[in-house]
């Protein structure tokens, strides 16, 4: 069931936040902030229980990372987050001032490290 939730208050969050990030200050602090809690990493993506593991910390920062990545090619939105043993994969869509959507990859490493992000 996680896997399912986790995307789904992800989008729905970046989706809300993205109505007030034309407000001026900074649009990726307000989607990202929406989505790790308001409190960088210490907010809770599922709300809630604050007996979170250390997975869900680092899903966090590997969604901050990433999505601060991703940021400089446009408004970001994330689809899907998923983690393995030692790195966690974030897919998401990068809205340009072009029109055009984008496609984003990105591997961030339990070490703090981005070590792969792909556009198409």
């Known amino acids: 069931m996680r896997k399912i939730v986790l995307p789904t208050v992800v989008a729905g969050t ?3 936040g993205g109505c007030a990030s034309g407000m ?18 210490g907010g809770s993506v599922l ?5 979170q593991t250390s997975g869900n910390e680092f899903e966090r920062a590997a969604v901050n990372a990433c999505g601060q990545q991703a940021s400089q090619y446009g408004r970001v939105s994330i689809a899907n987050v998923q983690q393995s043993r030692d790195s966690v994969r974030v897919d998401g869509r990068i809205a340009g ?3 055009y959507e984008r496609q984003f990859t990105c591997t961030f490493r339990s ?5 792969d992000f792909r556009t198409t």
């Open 14 to 16: 970046l989706l809300l």
């Open 24 to 41: 001026g200050g900074d649009p990726l602090g307000a989607i990202l902030g929406s989505v790790l809690g308001g409190s960088g990493l």
């Open 47 to 51: 709300g809630g229980a604050s007996n």
């Open 97 to 99: 001032n072009d029109r």
């Open 111 to 115: 070490d703090g490290q981005i070590v």
